[in-house]
């Protein structure tokens, strides 16, 4: 008989009130074909979610409070990175919880799994093409294994193959870790503004250069399996009041949420609990 060493998670009284969510895994109609398609190429590109108006919102809010330039060649010396989004404005949180990543999501990871990170990108004409990496090589679990994160990036400007768009290697989420790619190898990501790339944190891809005279805006957001650590800290990024007036989706996604049976607690208890207080 296997030990019992940990309380389940029903043995938690608050669990009722706060719920782990675990309704099972959303789906759309979309949904088997998108994970199929990013389990065999590592990527899905998903064209045209999102209208010309929100493109156009997303695009006047990011100018508004974009900053200076990158500090390094990962970042991109002629990009602009705004970080921190969930405490500054309320425009991405439709691209951080939309349906149809998060029925994909669903399907990838365990329930509760987090946002690791958010940012808006913009690569500035001139800028050269970022070093090719994958976005989950921080948890050193040695390659082959499954993907313990999962990137997005929003085409928020139309993507071309001369403005920047991302370049992706189709098939690399699979490879050992003595494999490593040339940019030969990679296709750039090319799609109207409003569609986004799914891609497995185990895919080599990079920023493209931009060999425009405008500007490429994307949105991209980082997700990983609800037992990891996040790359943002959101418990001390974004106040205590702004938390508690976003929708629970988007707590959840934060860390206020449970990985059973008691990952991410507070004094014992769930974490949304401490919303509910002062
Ligand atoms: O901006 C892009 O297209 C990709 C950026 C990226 O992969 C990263 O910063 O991790
Ligand atoms: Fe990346």
């Known amino acids: 008989m296997k030990a019992n060493l940990y309380p389940t998670a029903h043995s938690f009284a608050h669990e009722r009130r706060y719920g782990f969510e675990f309704a099972g895994a959303r789906d759309l109609?979309?949904?088997?074909?998108?994970?199929?398609?990013?389990?065999?190429?590592?990527?899905?590109?998903?064209?045209?979610?999102?209208?010309?108006?929100?493109?156009?919102?997303?695009?006047t809010e990011t100018r508004r409070l974009l900053g200076a330039p990158g500090r390094n060649q990962f970042e991109g010396f002629k990009t602009q990175r705004l970080y921190n989004v969930l405490a500054k404005t309320r425009i991405f949180d439709d691209l951080i919880d939309h349906p149809r990543l998060l029925a994909l999501l669903d399907h990838l990871f365990e329930p509760n799994y987090l946002l690791s990170q958010a940012q808006a990108i913009n690569i500035t004409p001139g800028e050269e093409a970022q070093q090719l990496h994958f976005d989950d090589s921080f948890y050193k679990i040695p390659r082959p294994r499954p993907a313990l994160a999962a990137s997005v990036i929003w085409a928020i400007d139309d993507f071309t193959s001369e403005n920047g768009a991302t370049d992706i290697v189709p098939g690399s989420h699979t490879w050992d870790a003595e494999t490593f790619p040339t940019r030969e190898q990679s296709i750039p990501c090319v799609m109207p503004a409003g569609s986004m790339v799914v891609f497995l944190g185990t895919l080599w891809h990079g920023g493209g250069a931009n060999r425009t005279t405008r500007d490429r805006l994307a949105f991209t957001n980082q997700y990983c399996a609800p037992w990891l650590r996040t790359q943002e800290n959101f418990f001390l990024e974004v106040p205590r009041e702004t938390t508690r007036t976003l929708r629970p989706t988007i707590q959840s996604l934060m860390g206020y949420s449970v990985y059973p049976p008691f990952m991410g607690m507070v004094d014992s208890m769930h974490p949304k609990r401490v919303l509910d207080s002062d």
Do not use: F, N, S
């Open 29 to 59: 109609p979309e949904t088997k074909a998108d994970h199929t398609a990013l389990m065999r190429d590592g990527y899905v590109i998903i064209e045209r979610l999102l209208d010309t108006q929100t493109c156009d919102a997303v695009r």
